[in-house]
């Protein structure tokens, strides 16, 4: 066994015997209510010592240079002037020279939760311009190609669930913000209309710039689950880091009527489906899984590990506990987590595991830092959690080749971690 493993499963171990006798002063205390009932959102960083005004400095000042830094080495947030529906702006995946619906969706996310209404539009637009398929016939209607060139252009004309996702989330908490208007500034239509073609959508067989596909709806009927691409001429199965729990919840209270339940079972069927899909000592998730928590093979066996997928997966949970505190599991899925990485080294663990843990090597990725100190939000072991807390505190600015996915999840994560990424009732 590797020091690295052997150290884990000590600590580990360690931990379990002692939870009952810790004092309660060094537990997280256990939750009366998450956010959405209690309108009140933890800031760890506050809890950790740092000032407001300081954790306020941080947020803004990665916000600015991540969407209006220097357009070389520093910003992924580019406007591309402007049609009928006013400015056009995307957000790049710098390291693969495109624009994807991942990123288009969290830059929209990132701007309605910092108050920024001309980039939430901006983005928008160009994802309703360029994005967005209009033909009834196209396999992909009424979703959004999920990679395209800088000048607009489809790379895939197929759509990846989790950018509709939190297109949907993010034109809710628009409409609760800023109100709606007109086109596709009527942000609560675009998201229930949206959210419709998620679950709703027929099957459509038709071409694509790819080949010949079999589009249908986003989220398994049977299974109440998010698929990992509706084209169902391939493989049918999930990716636990697309199951969002926390925004099911929300769609079961504001989506379209007739759809509530299935959203309200959704959730339920994802908090259930996470402890399938984790491994029960390291509680690492897979890159993409079948519909009963098996790991999907393929790639080299890339699929069935943890890897950049799966950074997000733990992140997921950690804000389903913080805004609902539904289901005291996931607060045994953080832990185990934050011992396994804490056994591997806070500063020094790497990005790629089998899910039992061993590692396959790769670089200490900023996403993940930000991903593992979401976690924190519902982990019970108060010392431990802050030290993830603070490593993301100390973490950079994301910049040059990797600052995309890197820089994304580095400000989602200070927005979670600061109280900061909160639920906006749509009007």
Avoid: C
């Avoid at 040059?400 to 200070?414: E, I, K, P, T, V």
């Amino acid at each position: 066994m590797s020091k690295p493993l052997s150290r884990f499963l000590a600590l580990l171990l360690s931990g379990m015997a002692g939870i009952a006798a810790q004092p309660r002063a060094d537990r997280a205390p256990a939750s009366k209510g998450g956010a959405f009932a209690t309108k009140h959102y933890r800031n760890l960083f506050l809890e950790a010592g740092h000032p407001q005004k300081e954790i306020s400095a941080k947020i803004q000042g990665a916000f600015q240079q991540l969407f209006h830094g220097d357009a070389e080495t520093q910003t992924v947030y580019y406007a591309a002037g402007q049609n009928v529906n006013g400015p056009l702006a995307y957000v790049s995946d710098i390291n693969n020279h495109d624009v994807r619906s991942e990123g288009m969706s969290y830059g929209m996310m990132i701007a309605v939760q910092l108050d920024r209404k001309a980039e939430f539009d901006a983005l928008w637009n160009w994802s309703k311009t360029y994005m967005y398929q209009a033909s009834p016939t196209h396999p992909s209607y009424g979703f959004f190609s999920w990679s395209m060139k800088l000048d607009g252009t489809p790379n895939s004309e197929s759509p990846a669930p989790d950018g509709e996702e939190y297109w949907a989330m993010a034109l809710y908490f628009a409409s609760g913000r800023w109100g709606n208007g007109k086109g596709i500034y009527d942000y609560r239509a675009e998201a229930d209309r949206l959210l419709d073609s998620m679950k709703n959508r027929k099957i459509i067989d038709g071409p694509t710039n790819r080949g010949a596909e079999t589009g249908g709806p986003e989220f398994h009927p049977e299974h109440k689950m998010v698929r990992f691409t509706p084209n169902l001429r391939r493989p049918d199965h999930t990716d636990p880091s697309y199951h969002l729990p926390a925004f099911y919840e929300l769609w079961a209270r504001w989506g379209p009527a007739a759809d509530r339940p299935f959203w309200a079972a959704a959730a339920q069927v994802s908090r259930d489906y996470l402890q399938k899909a984790t491994h029960p000592v390291t509680a690492l998730a897979p890159n993409y899984a079948n519909y009963d928590g098996t790991p999907v093979p393929g790639a080299g066996g890339q699929n069935g590990n943890f890897g950049p997928d799966a950074w997000r997966t733990a992140a997921n949970w950690g804000v389903d506990w913080s805004w609902w505190a539904a289901d005291p599991r996931e607060r045994e899925l953080s832990d185990k987590i934050q011992a396994f990485f804490e056994a591997q080294g806070i500063d020094a663990y790497v990005n790629r595991y089998t899910l039992d843990g061993k590692s396959l090597g790769g670089s200490h990725s900023t996403a993940l830092v930000a991903a593992n100190a979401v976690t924190s939000l519902a982990a019970t072991d108060r010392e431990r959690a802050a030290r993830f807390v603070e490593a993301l505190w100390k973490a950079e600015i994301p910049a040059g080749r990797y600052r995309y996915y890197d820089g994304m999840w580095y400000l989602m994560g200070l927005l979670h971690v600061s109280g900061e990424f909160r639920i906006w009732p749509p009007k």
